[in-house]
């Protein structure tokens, strides 16, 4: 089992930069895939990253290809999504989700566990 807490969230401008962070609670987070999803006003929520336990392998939806990158520190139980380039198009409030699938990371009915999310604006 584990629980969630996503941290750095905020207002910034088109082609800033944003980290978030996700606190995992737990001793087993290790060995589960990680994600990061966002939901915009009105919109479905759409998977953003993946990483996996030993951090070896990711996954990005395409529109954040070359801008977004997911990393994991197992020794600090946390997950990262290091944001650059940002576009008024990122904004959505960013979950964190857990999932013991190392094949089906995309969906979000592939994930256990979630946390409260942070919001993330970005203005033009």
């Known amino acids: 089992q584990v629980q969630l807490v996503e941290s750095g969230g905020g207002l910034v401008q088109a082609g800033d930069s944003l980290r978030l962070s996700c606190a995992a609670s737990g001793r087993t987070f290790s060995r589960y895939t990680m994600g990061w999803f966002r939901q915009a006003p009105g919109k479905e929520r759409e998977f953003v990253a993946a990483?996996?336990?030993?951090?070896?392998?990711?996954y990005y939806v395409d529109s954040v290809k070359g801008r977004f990158t997911i990393s994991r520190d197992n020794a600090r139980n946390t997950v990262y999504l290091q944001m650059n380039s940002l576009k008024p198009a990122d904004t959505a409030v960013y979950y964190c989700?857990?999932?013991?699938?190392?094949?089906?990371?995309?969906?979000?009915?592939?994930?256990?566990?979630w946390g409260q999310g942070t919001q993330v604006t970005v203005s033009s």
């Open positions: 989700a857990a999932t013991d699938s190392r094949y089906d990371v995309a969906g979000v009915r592939d994930y256990d566990y």
């Open positions: 990483i996996s336990w030993s951090g070896s392998s990711t």
